[in-house]
């Protein structure tokens, strides 16, 4: 690739962010087509069916302790060799090929068209009055009840879920993508497909009933590690692109520790405060109330435009860190 003064070879990382960036963006995640995430799941439930055959009941105790160790280490770890070894495999084979691999693969990490389209599946029929068909969609999503859901209650799951997911889905892995692009070796593929496998084992797993409490111990706190500093550096720049960061950043310290989650509550803050919108309040889950801290303050209503404000906002996030990394990865390569 070459620009005035600038020569950037195929295989940069800097090349690799942005094809994958625009994979994201014009194609997504077509349906049907292989995926990690796909390949991931298939191996925890054959593991976790081993287990549970090898096991006995109860599902608790050091036993599954160590089990749930070993399908972290093994899912995590085997998931960025696999990813590293691809890579290099088909870079041997012809540049081209190495950088078609990485960025794809890269691409699969992300999530931003995912989410979008997820949230316009709900906003359509919504906005079109068939709150049946909007429940139905967003049941897809959530895991409330979403059977008796008001308009305004499927609007604030709706927002939920997508600002949420913007961490989880979007800038946590663009996060570990970045990281992997300044270490020379590494890659951004590799580290971005790792943390996709904590957060899918966190997914999958990761819960504190049973049968999981202790098999999926060991993911769901690796996850809430990965997340916690992708998360802040998410809120940090939501509030910068807010125009208020003293707002959104104290609205953060206020409502966020309320939230169990220790990333959760801060990503759907930090998107509520920006918005002047509040998230949280009571909800349903398998018949049973369960009530959520409440986060920001509910100035304005969550309306179809609050939506895809906050999809907005997650796509400035994004370009602002995209921009950012892509500058400092060219810079040696420039003329002085």
């Keep these: 690739m070459e620009s005035v003064g600038l020569t950037v070879g195929a295989e940069h990382p800097a090349v690799i962010l942005a094809i994958a960036a625009l994979l994201d963006y014009a194609i997504g995640d077509p349906w049907g087509w292989p995926h990690p995430v796909r390949v991931m799941g298939w191996a925890i439930d054959r593991y976790t069916r081993a287990v549970w055959a090898w096991g006995q009941k109860p ?3 050091w036993i599954y302790r160590w089990a749930g160790v070993g399908l972290t280490v093994t899912l995590v770890g085997g998931s960025a060799l ?68 008001s308009e305004p209650e499927i609007l604030r799951a709706l927002l939920e879920t997508v600002t949420e997911n ?35 084992l966190d997914s999958t797993v990761g819960y504190r009933r049973s049968p999981y409490t202790d098999l999926g111990w060991c993911s769901a706190k690796l996850d809430d590690l990965l997340t916690w500093l992708p998360c802040r550096v998410t809120v940090g720049t939501i509030a910068l692109l807010s125009g208020r960061p ?9 409502d966020a520790p309320q939230d169990p989650s220790p990333n959760a509550g801060w990503s759907e803050c930090a998107y509520a405060a920006a ?40 796509r400035r996030c994004v370009l602002l860190w995209l921009a950012g990394a892509i500058a400092a990865l060219l810079w040696p390569t420039l003329p002085l």
């Design 59 to 61: 599902f608790e105790g």
């Design 275 to 314: 918005l002047d919108v509040q998230v949280g309040g009571l909800n349903y889950y398998q018949g049973v109330a369960k009530e959520k801290p409440r986060l920001g303050e509910a100035i304005a209503p969550i309306t179809p435009a609050v939506i895809q404000q906050a999809l907005g906002l997650t």
């Design 246 to 254: 003293g707002h959104v950043l104290g609205l953060c310290r206020r």
């Design 166 to 200: 913007a961490t989880d889905g979007v800038t946590a892995p663009l996060f570990y993508a970045l990281v992997g692009a300044f270490l020379p070796g590494v890659g951004s593929a590799p580290l971005a497909i790792a943390f996709k496998a904590a957060s899918t």
């Design 82 to 149: 696999v990813a590293w070894g691809l890579i290099a495999g088909a870079t041997r084979l012809h540049p081209l090929l190495g950088l078609g691999v990485h960025s794809v693969m890269l691409a699969s990490c992300f999530a931003g068209r995912s989410l979008r389209a997820a949230a316009i599946e709900v906003l359509t029929p919504l906005t079109a009055g068939d709150r049946a068909a909007a429940r139905s969609r967003l049941a897809m999503y959530v895991g409330r009840d979403t059977d008796n859901l």
